[in-house]
């Protein structure tokens, strides 16, 4: 009986440690396995470029050290020709890719996320801008606290190909890590990134220190596209009076405020942002849109409770072209690049990504974006949302600007 007993111990053991092996093979085929990016929709090819952008006028409140001047990591991906010298952009450039691997979590490096050197995008460094008889619209984008700029690439080359230009700045000391061209770090300090775990209270006291600076990198990066229009391969090319802003979670928040305060901005998009600074009180006077992810789960919450009446009273005193928008199923994560790089496994037993397919979730919430900034910035006519509508039942529209909780 003992003997029995213990065998059946060895052959649990076996099968244990098997499971487990399986388990891990499984694990790094997944981390190493090659991933393309999502079709463009839109008639352009699209190039991608990149610049350090350091602007004299303003010290960087966030940096370690005092007297910093603020200086900027800029993406941008704009309509290009197709053929010529170039070559396909990386989904994250090889220095960058080292500074994540001495600052990430080695889990959410090596079990959870793909490994971002397999990853192909659909853009191309190095390419001429497109010809065209009319400059391109401009959509200025800023990440959430913690994320990076190209962690949005999906979004940004589909916007492109469909005519736009897409300029995302990542935010130093916030963002994980920010290399600059000559091999310069900015780390994430506490300072300036509170974490989406922590309470509301310590991310609004975050929210109040760095959203200026947040707002004020948007406004330097519109003055340096100027510049940039002026002379160059974009000479021309870029439409300053067509400009529009787009965030995602803290992102989103700057985004609104942004519009607020500057009239060359023209729509903004909040992608599931808690709303922070002068937007909570008076109104941004320009077509906004929130975007949000499923909330569903939160319903009957305190604190969602007073987050979706901050959204509502917002959306009640925006101008007309107003939107307020939900994905079912999605989450957080949803709107980015995140979900197609996640480990499916781990993410569906965990429920970081929601209930969404990831590539239907960024299907539809590409659909939406690109339809507002055509309605807002190119004039077509606001019947294309009905469309959307058509297309993805997934999206919930609120025509009385109450957010979407499963009713």
């Known amino acids: 009986m003992v003997r029995r007993f213990g065998r059946l111990v060895a052959v649990a053991a076996i099968v244990v440690v098997i499971g487990v092996l399986s388990a891990v093979a499984a694990t790094w085929w997944e981390h190493h396995a090659s991933l393309t990016l999502p079709l463009l929709p839109g008639p352009y090819a699209v190039g991608r470029a990149s610049f350090d952008w350091r602007d004299d006028s303003r010290v960087d409140a966030l940096a370690p050290s005092t007297g910093v001047e603020r ?8 309509p290009a020709r197709s053929g010529g010298a170039s070559h396909p ?83 130093p000391y916030s963002t994980v890590v920010v290399v600059y061209a000559d091999g310069r770090l900015a780390v994430r300090r506490r300072a300036a990134n509170a974490g989406e775990s922590a309470p509301i209270a310590e991310q609004a006291r975050v929210a109040r220190t760095i959203l200026p600076t947040w707002v004020g990198d948007d406004r330097f990066v519109l003055d340096r596209l100027a510049a940039l229009d002026a002379s160059g391969p ?15 979670s803290f992102g989103g928040a700057t985004s609104a405020e942004f519009c607020r305060v500057d009239a060359r901005c023209k729509a903004a998009i909040d992608i599931d942002g808690i709303p922070f600074g002068g937007v909570v009180r008076e109104p941004v006077r320009r077509p906004l849109m929130f975007f949000l992810s499923d ?4 319903r009957g919450d305190a604190e969602t409770a007073t987050i979706m009446s901050e959204f509502r009273d917002i959306y009640r005193r925006s101008p007309p072209g107003r939107a307020m928008v939900a994905l079912r199923g999605s989450s957080h994560f949803s709107f980015s690049d995140k979900p197609l790089l996640f ?36 004039g077509a006519p606001a019947s294309r949302f009905q469309d959307v509508r058509a297309r993805y039942p997934e999206l919930v529209f609120s025509d009385s600007g109450v957010p979407y909780l499963g009713r």
């Open 71 to 78: 200086e900027l990591t800029v993406w941008m991906w704009y």
């Open 89 to 171: 952009s990386d989904y994250l450039p090889p220095p960058l890719r080292a500074a994540l691997a001495r600052y990430q979590s080695p889990v959410l490096s090596l079990l959870l996320l793909h490994d971002p050197s397999t990853v192909r995008t659909r853009s191309v460094d190095g390419a001429l801008p497109a010809a065209s008889q009319r400059p391109f619209p401009i959509v200025l984008v800023k990440p959430g606290i913690g994320a990076m700029a190209l962690d949005y690439t999906t979004l940004a080359e589909d916007l492109a190909s469909s005519g736009y230009v897409v300029v995302a700045s990542d935010s």
């Open 234 to 248: 974009f000479r021309g090319r870029l439409a300053l009076d067509q400009v529009g802003a787009m965030g995602h």
């Open 295 to 298: 909330h569903s789960r939160e």
């Open 343 to 378: 480990n499916r496994e781990i993410a569906r037993i965990s429920g970081i990504v929601g209930s969404i397919d990831p590539v239907r979730a960024l299907d539809a919430s590409d659909d939406v974006v690109r339809t507002f900034f055509d309605v807002h910035l190119k």
